[in-house]
């Protein structure tokens, strides 16, 4: 059964760095894409970065492209993302997701396609 287990969140202050991580198990992850979003308070969930089963594929959010950085580690089952120069309004629930596509494929699914999620680990922003 496919289980995604995110880790990594905590209180950081704006300008600062963190890395959150999400272990992946039950299935082949050369088979997935995998996608980061957050939720704050109030809003809508949002995409904010996705890899593709490859690792050779990205896509960002607007407002984190030159911040954050996904990867992967298929090796380790375990999805990344690095979150750099991080601001108040990064302040949300993070949560990691998978979509299965071709192997090893380019294919970055849409936000709205990744149908597996882990349970969210929180990240605040705040000095």
């Known amino acids: 059964q496919l289980q995604l287990v995110e880790s990594g969140g905590g209180l950081v202050q704006p300008g600062g760095s963190l890395r959150l991580s999400c272990a992946a198990s039950?299935?082949?992850?050369?088979?997935?894409?995998f996608g980061w979003f957050r939720q704050a308070p109030g809003e809508e969930r949002e995409g904010v970065a996705c890899?593709?089963?490859?690792?050779?594929?990205?896509n960002y959010a607007d407002s984190v492209k030159g911040r954050f950085t996904i990867s992967r580690d298929n090796a380790k089952n375990t999805v990344y993302l690095q979150m750099n120069s991080v601001k108040a309004e990064d302040t949300a629930v993070y949560y990691c997701?998978?979509?299965?596509?071709?192997?090893?494929?380019?294919?970055?699914?849409?936000?709205?396609?990744?149908?597996?999620w882990g349970q969210g680990t929180q990240v605040t922003v705040s000095s």
């Open positions: 039950g299935f082949t992850l050369g088979y997935y894409a």
């Open positions: 997701a998978a979509k299965r596509t071709p192997y090893y494929s380019t294919i970055l699914p849409r936000w709205a396609d990744f149908s597996s």
């Open positions: 890899i593709s089963s490859s690792g050779s594929s990205t």
